[in-house]
Each structure stands twice: as structure tokens, then as C-alpha cells.
T-cell receptor, first 116, second 113 residues
């Protein structure tokens, strides 16, 4: 069966510090991978998606970047955090559209990031 | 641009009541619609997935319907329990090769014992 791991669960970082959040998927190959952010009282905003290794697309301009160094590994990074980067970050995966359209998405447990 | 709306934003019901959560979307060209549950401070748990060719899906006390032409979906919860208290999110999937999800803002459900 497939599982998704996301860490750390919580993180408190000072303004201007770097960030690295990691997500890995087990039990499947060539998944589509996503990073979402959920700000307090707001819906989920798609930040990045990836349909393959080193294939990253950004949905919104921001202070963050994403990388996919391996097929089932997705990393969210920042060189210098801003206060506005605080939020709940969620990683998700589903099967790529090359095999089938419209597949079920699965989410990690999230990372609560507080920038102070 | 696809937009997803959920009504109501919050709902409080007594235990045992049947309830309906609503989700609407503006672009009917979707692959599927998925309902999720989110407990406070946690990730999303998939509840039901309805493909665009389907009208409804059922899992236990949950039943989700989809009317793609009118851009609407409902999640029906039968005989609600305090453990059903959570935020319920719907999301539509579309967009070529990316299969990305567009989410509604959710309905916060509280089931009172």
C-alpha cells in the first residue's frame, strides 16, 4: 500500500532563516507531487506541483521554492523566511495523468510552520 | 478559472441528526471531485472520490453525489456522531497533465452530544 511521510510536524523558525520541509511517498512510482499551504481561516492554496523528477511548476509567486531530486521525494525550501510564510504546509500525491485521468489524492500529516 | 465554494461555512447539529454539506464549482470540465475530512492540526483524510462519469459514491454513513452539469456536489452524513466533528473539504480535479486539486474553503462541522 502507498504511504506518504512529511516532516517535521512542527517548526518554529526566526525571520531570515532557511527552511527545508521534506515529503516522501512509498509504494508507488512516478507520482504527481504537490505542496499546499493552509493559512489560518483560509482554504488550501496550491504552491508547487511536480509531474516528474526535476519538473517543478509554481502556482503563485512567493519566497519559497521546491525541488524533486528523486522520484518520490519532494522538498519545499526557502533561503530566507518571512513572517508571512507562517502556515500549515501539506504535501500530497496522486497518480500521474499519463496513466489515468482523475485519480484519488492523498495527503501527508502536515507541517505547522511558525516564523517568529 | 475554477472556483469552488462550500456552504455553509460552519454547522452545528445535535447527535443523531442527518445532515448535508454543499459544494459548488464554476467549471464543469472536471475529472473528479473528492471529499476530505480534516481534524484540527492534522492533514487531510480522503473520504470519497466521485469520477466525473459517476453520480454518487457511498462509504458507510457517507454518501456523496455529483451533478457535473450544474456544478454541484453534496455530502450526506447519516446519523451524525460527535466523532464526525471536523472540517470537511471538497476539491475538484482538472487541468491537463497535472491532476491538481482546487479546494473549497471547507465546512466546519460540530456534532453536539
Amino acid at each position: 500500500s502507498q504511504t506518504i511521510h512529511q516532516w517535521p510536524a512542527t517548526l518554529v523558525q526566526p525571520v531570515g532563516s532557511p527552511l527545508s520541509l521534506e515529503c516522501t511517498v512509498e509504494g508507488t512510482s512516478n507520482p504527481n507531487l504537490y505542496w499546499y499551504r493552509q493559512a489560518a481561516g483560509r482554504g488550501l492554496q496550491l504552491l508547487f506541483y511536480s509531474i516528474g523528477i526535476d519538473q517543478i511548476s509554481s502556482e503563485v509567486p512567493q519566497n519559497l521554492s521546491a525541488s524533486r531530486p528523486q522520484d518520490r521525494q519532494f522538498i519545499l525550501s526557502s533561503k530566507k523566511l518571512l513572517l508571512s510564510d507562517s502556515g500549515f504546509y501539506l504535501c500530497a500525491w496522486n497518480l500521474g495523468a499519463g496513466r489515468t485521468k482523475g485519480t484519488e489524492a492523498f495527503f501527508g500529516q502536515g507541517t505547522r510552520l511558525t516564523v517568529v | 478559472k475554477q472556483e469552488v465554494t462550500q456552504i455553509p461555512a460552519a454547522l452545528s447539529v445535535p447527535e443523531g441528526e442527518n445532515l448535508v454539506l454543499n459544494c459548488s464549482f464554476t467549471d464543469s470540465a472536471i475529472y473528479n471531485l473528492q471529499w476530505f475530512r480534516q481534524d484540527p492540526g492534522k492533514g487531510l483524510t480522503s473520504l470519497l472520490l466521485i469520477q466525473s462519469s459517476q453520480r454518487e459514491q457511498t462509504s458507510g454513513r457517507l454518501n456523496a453525489s455529483l451533478d457535473k452539469s450544474s456544478g454541484r456536489s453534496t455530502l450526506y452524513i447519516a446519523a451524525s456522531q460527535p466523532g464526525d466533528s471536523a472540517t470537511y473539504l471538497c476539491a475538484v480535479q482538472s487541468g491537463g497533465a497535472t491532476n491538481k486539486l482546487i479546494f473549497g474553503t471547507g465546512t466546519l462541522l460540530a456534532v453536539q452530544p
